[in-house]
């Protein structure tokens, strides 16, 4: 094991942990929860680190809150391997937990955006971030950076035909929307209680035809300033948030 606890790194979470043993219990090599944590959700982790064969261990707050530099860690931390593993839209599709929330980026590539965007999905508490191969920047460095821990919590997808991808998520049950300037309706008027995926393009050149078709619907996010368009992320937070707060519960 002393060359996986080499390559090692945390998250933290409920989300993030629980996602990362259902998605991929093998990158996953110890468990770290609360000796104040008792509840549904920490005797969750706690069963499906035993079902996975992952040790879990109890520490105090204190330890917890050095070990990750945050007291935000809801009392749960896994070290997990940090060699980055491939995830695809089926391991995401077949582990979701609760009403999908996808966030779909078409043609974004400013790493900083995709940073950005990775950060609002951790912070609404979506499942995944999914772009394209061709014409998008990729999780670089720089992304990873900005994403200020988000790239390690929520999965990152890479599909090689995004429209052939929102078929795929459509059959699965998921209601996808694009965001569009010129759509009639608000995003603030559809219903986003069920199962959802937002489609975002790049600031300026929006959505792509093909990617645009392939949508059950587009919205718009209401403009009354003079500028026309918002950077990727911001939008993306407004699109997310909504569905947050339609769904009447936190994240």
């Not at 933290?12 to 549904?40: C, K, M, Q, W």
């Not at 879990?56 to 935000?72: F, H, K, S, Y």
């Not at 949508?215 to 996010?221: G, V």
Request: some cysteine.
């Amino acid at each position: 094991m002393g060359e996986r606890a080499a390559a090692s790194r945390l998250i933290y979470g409920f989300h993030a942990v629980l996602g990362r043993l259902r998605r991929d219990p093998e990158s996953v090599l110890e468990i770290y929860l609360s000796t104040l944590r008792n509840d549904v959700r920490a005797r969750d982790v706690a069963k499906l680190a035993e079902e996975t064969g992952v040790r879990a261990t109890q520490l105090d707050n204190d330890r917890l809150d050095g070990m990750v530099g945050t007291r935000r860690h809801q009392g749960v931390i896994a070290r997990v391997d940090s060699r980055q593993r491939v995830v695809t839209l089926d391991d995401v599709l077949e582990t979701l937990a609760g009403p999908a929330l996808l966030l779909v980026l078409d043609g974004v590539q400013d790493p900083h955006n995709l940073g950005a965007c990775l950060r609002v999905a951790d912070a609404a508490g979506a499942h995944a971030v999914i772009a394209p191969k061709d014409r998008a920047v990729g999780l670089n460095a720089t992304a990873i950076k900005v994403a200020s821990g988000a790239a390690d919590t929520v999965p990152y997808v890479v599909v090689t035909n995004l429209a052939r991808a929102l078929e795929q998520i459509k059959k699965a049950g998921v209601w996808v929307v694009g965001a569009a300037g010129e759509a009639e309706k608000s995003v603030f008027d559809i219903d986003q209680t069920g199962p959802l995926a937002w489609v975002l393009g790049a600031e300026g050149d929006g959505l792509r035809r093909l990617t645009r078709a392939t949508c059950d619907e587009l919205a718009r996010i209401p403009m009354a300033g003079s500028v026309e368009s918002l950077n990727v992320s911001v939008a993306s937070g407004i699109c997310l948030f909504e569905t947050v707060r339609q769904r009447g519960k936190p994240a």
